[in-house]
Structure formats: C-alpha cells, structure tokens
C-alpha cells in the first residue's frame, strides 16, 4: 500500500500550516470587495514603455538568454555599484549580490547563519515573509517595541542586556528590520534613532539585515540615511529590490554584504537556482543605465503619493476616534490599531460581508500578538474605491465599536 504523504514530508515541511490569513484572504476574491490586504504595487506605476524599448535589445543579446553567474549579472552589479554610491554606501562589485527577489535573500540567509534555536532580534510586527523565510530553520525571536518613529532605542537596549545577561548572546545571529516604511507598521526611523541603533550594534557586535524594499518611495519629509550609509564595521547587510521601482514579475533584487557572507551565499544560491534570471537582469541593468529609474520613481511617487493622502484623508473622516494609526510619509501601508477587546480576526466576516478587506495583524507578529491591530495596503486599489472602502469599513467599525 502506497504510504500516506505526511510520513514522506520533512519535519520543517510538516510544521507548514495552512495559514488562517490566505483562508481569510480567500473571502476576499469577489470582485465585489475592495481589498486593502494585498500588498501589491499598481499596474499604472509599471514602466510599460520603458520596457518596450529596452526588452528587443536584450533580446538581440544571447547572453541574456543563457545561464548566467550566481552572483549576478556583471552589467547590473557594476550599475548597483553607482547607484549605492548615489545614497552613501561605497562597495566594490564584489559585496553586491544578486537575487531572485529580496524574499530568496531572506531564505538564503535563513539558511547560512541560522541553526534551530537560535535567537532573531525583530521588531514587533515584523514583515510576515521574513517570518516564513526563517521558519525553516526555526530560530526564537527577540522582539523590540515600536512607536510612531519605528524602533524604541531604549527597548532594543534593554533587549540587548537582557541578551546578554541570560548568556544568549551567543545565540543571536542578527537584527532583522525595515528602517524606512516599515511594513507593516509604515513607521520610518529618524536618522538620530538611526545613528543611536547602529552604535548600539557595534557595542553589542550585533550584525544587522536591513530591509529596504520602500526606501525610494518617499511622498513627503526629508530622506534619512541607509544604516548601511552608517556602518563602520561592515556589519550590515543591505537588500533592495525592482520590485517596487520596477515590476515585481520580474523577480530581481540585491544584497550589499561582507566579502565572506556574500562567498558562503552564492554556494548556497548555486543549490537553489544556480543563477537569477538574466533576462531580466539585462533589462534591469539597462533601465539603471539609460536613467529611466529616477524619472519613473517620480512617477511612481505622484501616483502612490496621492493615493495615500486618500487613505489618510478618508480615514480621518470615517474612522472612529477609537482607532489608532501613524501617518505613513511614503511606501504602501498604514498600520491600525483598535481598542484591545477587538480581535480583527473574529470581525473580519463582519468586515467582508461589507465588501471590504484589511490584513490581520497578528499575522505579522512572531508571538502571535497584535489581535488588535490591522494592515491597509493604498497602492493597489483605484483612488475612487479607496475612499469607498475606507468609507466602509469606519461604518462597520463604528457598529463594532458601538456595541
Ligand atoms: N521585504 C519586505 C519588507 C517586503 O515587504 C517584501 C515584499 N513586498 C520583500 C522583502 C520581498 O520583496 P521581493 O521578493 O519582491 O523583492
């Protein structure tokens, strides 16, 4: 008799549960609802033509079409290079790793740093699919409060002592964190924080992953420098992606890393795809070359820019008093937090069935908290059924609330 498939999968493979928010997210399928829970970029802040022009040309180069180097395309690590150069980060081509999404960076360093039991210092929320890419390897987490101005310095210092003072420094692998729009908090740290953070790194000998999908996407305030513009000990590991100032199909993203991390990742990334696509790469590298990326990022920014001072602007008009959020200055969320008796898993059908949908944020919680909270995404919907959906869910809100 053929055995059941349970007893052939993995034990990590068995610990994947099928997750109450894909089932959730499921309810809101129906062309009906207006969904805030995706977390997509708009198909209008795509480069379309910009596309159109380079692609034949790429396709005119059969390098393009062969395998390429597991560290990446030398056309488009050498454009990286002066791009980094552009927000204060000197590298050489070496430190610049290519990837298949900022989301194969996080799997690959998942695989090459952590053991089972090891300790992750995060942020709390933290991005759900850092969560997942980690899970394999099943670490702790070491969680660090948040407010309106992202990490609270004196809670990462406490983390730290207490680290320490239990002897389990020895466990911990890194600081995992989105300084700029985070996701899904949409809180920036300020660059005092910033600087308070990195010395506090190097005190402790703490390596950092800093994630920076949204950076460029800023619609108001004043930039903050990279952490990575901060490091003075070459402790931080760097990843970007195209996914949010290109096209996220295309699936090609980077690290800027130490020498020695970088070595140990390609031969782990040699087993997972032996390269990232190189047809894309070659596009990339040439929409950094021909300049399209600064123009198209000031594209990008009116139209997310405007579509985010909808979601404030409703928000501020239907939204209880009861609920909380900060104001985002750029990326793709806003971050809402609900009296403590509200659990936005139990009240999501009562959302749905007003055609409307949020993502729970407990999701984005390592220790399964935050039942209160819930994520907004203001890219991917139209700027009418904004206002609509916002308009919505403060009516539900409010009868929730009310009873
Ligand atoms: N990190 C964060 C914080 C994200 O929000 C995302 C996805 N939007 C990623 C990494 C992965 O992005 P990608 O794989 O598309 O580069």
Redesign the pocket.
Known sequence: MKKPMENLFSDSANKLKVSVIRELLKLTLKPEVISFAG?LPNPDAFPVQQIHEITPGVIGNTNALQYGTTEGVPELRGALKKRMATKNVKCEVENIQITS???QA?DILGRILLNPNDLILTTCPT?L??IQAFGFQDPRYELVDMDEHSVIVEDLEARLEDIYKRGDNKRLKFFYV?PTFH?PAGVTIPEKRRKEIMELCNTYDVLIIE?D?YGELRYRGKDQPLLKSLDTEDRVIYLS?F?KILV?GFRI?WMVAPTELVKKFVMAKQAVDLCTTTFTQYIGAEYLNKGHVDQHIEKIKEIYGRKMQIMLQSMAEYFPEEAEYAEPDGGMFVWVRLPEHINTIEIFPQVVEKNVAYVVGSAFYPNGKGLNTMRLNFTHPSDEKIEEGIKRLGNVLHQILEK
Do not use: M
């Open positions: 977390g999404g900022s989301q996080l991005y699919g850092a989105t996701n994630d999908p992606t996914s996220p993203a």
